[in-house]
């Protein structure tokens, strides 16, 4: 095992493309704020700030060039989460 | 190179490092040092907890007030809660074998950050002067139980910040251990050592430290919340303030009740180090075990609602964490089973270590099995909040971290300090404290089925006669752990020199000098056999 | 010393901190599940208050953050092509953006402090339960994640240095890098905390 990596060089202009996107996706989830989604409102936020922080994760972040053993981590602890977040609402949703 | 030589002739006790004297352990950053240090740390508070169990103990031989009123008794029971909970048995295994044993278990030099390591210690020692400071400070000690339920927690006039806090501080020790443990075992395990040839004990560690980083922050960011529901008066838990106190109760077992398996997993793995090395035969089920142990550590994060099965849950909430407390009982059962089968046709040798691990199997069954009677939503209704529960995780965290201590330090006493104990002493001991403490605790199983509540300085006279037997049972406990703990001592300073492999064990630990040298290993080992494979001992090895 | 201090390993080091950002994840995580049992059970009340939030405020600071992100990110490449200067002032840029991410939060701390709303206040304790709730935790997560902020702007002022006396280099930058990928998780946490605050009316 080589203990000292060394990440690929991302050029500058991905990380200016990437924060083009994250700066559109902004936009887009104040605009949406002035349409009437009814209970989708909050649907639509958070799907919009999850698409945001995968964009942060993996370019911002490196996961992108990391080994998959990172991916797997971060799946574990947002699987744990939202079962913690699940099983809370087992309680609260369903009294 | 040269330092290196040299540091490698000279053990770790005897070592001269930067600083000297007492500042050459409290700045060490060997683990093994660091490791002596939580033990010793953790025996003193265990010392004290113990000593208070006591008193509530001498307390509880008669109806009526015995030896203290009934506020004392409160702040009793909360101190020895704290005391026990977060800075002994949390902290304990890990801390003390893990610091010491993981890295010479998987053949590293050290964990992975020592300097971390060390700052670990320094919180977990100012997290306990924080705890421990609210029985000195300000008002009336803590009178709320470890649990600090809302919203009594940030109602009463008693001294709950400083608990609170110290809490809220140890839990950082807890997450940095276990974060430094991952990182060790991803990256430090001797060439050759693959997965599948990690011993148990470092198994049981990784999944532990998994739950200590997972569920540790949720009980750390609970706690700021009463802190500052308390001084700055935010609406959190408090109905007054809209708020809910069964969200607490979900909060602080989210956290807590994986916390019993931050507490039981490293105990469990002890004793799969030590059950094949005195059966002298491989684990059994080696592989079962590993997945065993990492589906406790997942399934264990799910039942939480367990305890709050008479707070006013949904039925559906209730259902789930009912069927999913039976489902986690089901890799502990395979545990069981696998040590069991261990046991069978080995050349069982019957010496101290063996004796905690195999009364660690009698007193675990029974708290699992107990666990289950709580687990199962009818009984539960009966016997919540009664002497029953309080027997039940005695019998699991006493019973199931305390006797794994015991059989620990007792199998690798000799590692540690480099002498033998007297292994007569020893063995009174352990029969006294046996013994002791099926008095102690079996006779509250009957208590609470008979209805008799825990948390009072007093009951009915129908529960006098039992209530005696329980209180002569922890004296008598104690006396067996006052020899164990004296033998020990004695032996530290005094002991016969101890060969490098006193048990005729075969993972790596015993094939260092003991002490061990500060650089653990002169070179680093290459591993081509699984942990356990003691068929290639001779038959003269066995007859040892 | 002892022999083992100087062993260095860098993958070591960002799983370690990997780790840790998953607790500061989850010690958010806490609070984000005291939010949604509150807002589920108050939904009109947090309705209301969240209108009381200036949400231009909100927007400026997200996009303050996005920006600070990526100099963070382009920071490494700089190192990595040892462009010193320009890694120098894309930190710098960061640090100064993350300032004044703080002084907004001041501002709009301080406004709301001005109308009678702080944790306890009377006028807070008229508006009602849900309103109590909102704003308890409004102040709570922003000022926890405030509070992430300062402890990322301090990594960054030391990976500043070090890149300055050329202590991260084009084969040493860890140090860095990690203090990129905190600051990047603070950047996440807002992420979520901006819309659930300022934008689900």
Redesign the interface.
């Known amino acids: 095992m080589n203990s000292n990596h060394s990440l690929p060089r991302i050029r500058y202009s991905t990380y200016l493309w990437v924060l083009a996107v994250l700066l559109a996706l902004t936009l887009i989830s104040v605009l949406i704020t002035y349409m009437d989604l009814g209970r989708f409102t909050i649907l639509g936020a958070l799907s919009i700030a999850t698409g945001k922080s995968f964009l942060v994760l993996w370019h911002y972040m490196h996961l992108k060039h990391e080994n998959r053993f990172y991916l797997a981590m971060i799946a574990l602890v947002l699987l744990v989460f939202v079962a913690v977040l699940v099983f809370t609402f087992l309680d609260y949703g369903l009294k | 190179m040269s330092s290196e030589n040299h540091s490698c002739q000279s053990n770790y006790l005897t070592f001269k490092g930067k600083y000297a004297g007492v500042w050459g352990w409290l700045f060490s950053t060997d683990h093994k040092r660091i490791g002596i240090l939580y033990l010793y740390s953790i025996l003193s508070f265990f010392i004290a907890g113990a000593f208070l169990g006591l008193l509530m103990k001498l307390e509880l031989i008669a109806p009526g007030s015995t030896i203290m009123r009934a506020q004392t008794y409160n702040g009793f029971f909360t101190l020895h809660g704290i005391t026990m909970i977060f800075l002994i048995v949390i902290p304990g295994i890990p801390a003390v074998f893990g610091n010491f044993f993981l890295p010479l278990l998987i053949g590293a030099r050290d964990v992975a950050f020592p300097r971390l390591n060390l700052l670990s210690w320094w919180i977990y020692i100012l997290g306990a002067l924080v705890a421990l400071s609210s029985q000195f400070l300000g008002s009336d000690p803590p009178d709320t139980g470890w649990t600090f339920y809302a919203p009594y927690s940030f109602r009463t006039g008693t001294n709950m910040l400083p608990a609170v806090l110290g809490a809220f501080i140890l839990g950082f020790s807890s997450i940095l251990t276990g974060l430094n443990f991952i990182v060790t075992i991803h990256r430090l395990r001797a060439p050759g050592m693959t997965w599948l040839r990690m011993p148990l004990f470092p198994w049981s560690l990784y999944g532990t430290a998994w739950i200590q980083l997972l569920a540790t922050p949720i009980i750390g960011i609970t706690l700021l919340m009463v802190v500052a529901e308390r001084t700055l008066k935010i609406g959190f838990f408090d109905p007054t303030l809209g708020g809910d106190p069964v969200l607490y109760q979900h909060l602080f077992w989210i956290y807590s009740h994986p916390a019993v398996y931050i507490m039981i997993l490293p105990a469990m793995g002890i004793i799969s180090e030590l059950l094949p090395a005195f059966a002298r035969k491989p684990i059994f089920g080696y592989k079962a075990i590993v997945v065993s142990t990492l589906l406790i550590a997942f399934i264990g994060y799910f039942v939480w609602g367990h305890h709050m099965f008479t707070a006013g849950m949904s039925g559906t909430a209730q259902f789930a964490f009912s069927f999913l407390t039976f489902l986690v009982a089901i890799p502990s059962a395979v545990k069981v089973f696998n040590w069991l089968a261990t046991l069978y046709k080995g050349s069982i040798h019957i010496q101290t270590p063996f004796l905690w691990a195999a009364s660690f199997l009698f007193v675990f069954m029974i708290g699992g099995m107990s666990g289950l009677v709580l687990g199962a939503l009818a009984t539960n209704v009966h016997l919540h909040d009664t002497a029953f529960v309080v027997a039940h995780f005695h019998f699991i965290v006493f019973g199931g971290v305390g006797y794994a201590f015991m059989a620990g330090i007792h199998y690798w006493f000799p590692k540690m300090f480099g002498r033998m104990y007297d292994s007569g002493w020893a063995n009174t001991g352990w029969g006294l404290f046996f013994s002791g403490f099926l008095t102690l605790y079996f006779p509250m199983f009957i208590l609470g089925m008979k209805g008799m509540p825990r948390r009072y300085f007093d009951y009915l006279p129908e529960f006098h006669g039992l209530n005696v037997i329980s209180s002569l049972g922890a004296m008598l406990m104690l006396f067996g752990l006052a020899i164990v703990l004296i033998n020990l001592m004695r032996a530290a300073r005094r002991g016969a020199a101890a060969p490098d492999n006193p048990w005729g064990a075969l993972t790596l630990e015993w094939t260092v000098p003991s002490p061990p040298p500060v650089a653990n290993f002169i070179d680093i080992p290459t591993i081509v056999t699984h942990p356990y494979d003691y068929s290639i001992l001779q038959p003269k090895d066995l007859s040892k | 010393?002892?022999?083992?201090?100087s062993?260095?390993?860098?993958?070591?080091a960002?799983?370690?901190m990997?780790?840790?950002i998953?607790?500061?994840?989850?010690?958010?995580?806490?609070?984000?599940?005291?939010y949604?049992?509150?807002r589920?059970?108050?939904p009109v009340a947090f309705h209301f208050a969240a209108e009381e939030l200036n949400?231009g405020m909100g927007?400026l600071n997200?996009?303050l953050l996005?920006?600070s992100?990526?100099t963070v990110?382009?920071s490494?490449?700089a190192v990595?092509?040892n462009e010193r200067g320009k890694s120098l002032i894309l930190i710098s840029i960061t640090l100064m953006l993350g300032v004044l991410f703080l002084v907004n939060k001041y501002i709009e701390w301080g406004d709301k402090w001005g109308h009678g709303i702080y944790?306890?206040s009377e006028k807070l304790?008229e508006l009602?339960?849900?309103e109590?709730?909102f704003f308890?935790l409004y102040?709570?997560m922003t000022g926890l994640h405030a509070l992430h902020i300062v402890i990322g702007l301090l990594i960054l002022t030391i990976a500043l240095f070090r890149v300055k006396r050329n202590r991260i280099t084009s084969?040493?930058y860890v140090l860095l890098?990690n203090g990129?990928?905190y600051w990047?998780m603070v950047?996440?946490v807002w992420?979520?905390l901006?819309?659930?605050f300022y934008?689900?009316?």
Do not use: C
Request: proline share 4%; hydrophobic share 50%; charged share 15%.
């Open positions: 010393m002892t022999p083992t201090e062993h260095r390993d860098d993958v070591g960002k799983i370690g990997w780790l840790f998953f607790t500061e994840l989850l010690l958010f995580g806490g609070l984000f599940i005291v949604a049992v509150y589920y059970k108050n949400r927007i997200t996009i996005l920006i992100s990526a990110a382009m490494l490449t990595q092509l944790p306890g304790l009602g339960h849900g109590v709730l308890g102040f709570a084969s040493d890098e990129g990928l990047h950047d996440i992420i979520f901006f819309p659930l934008l689900i009316v």
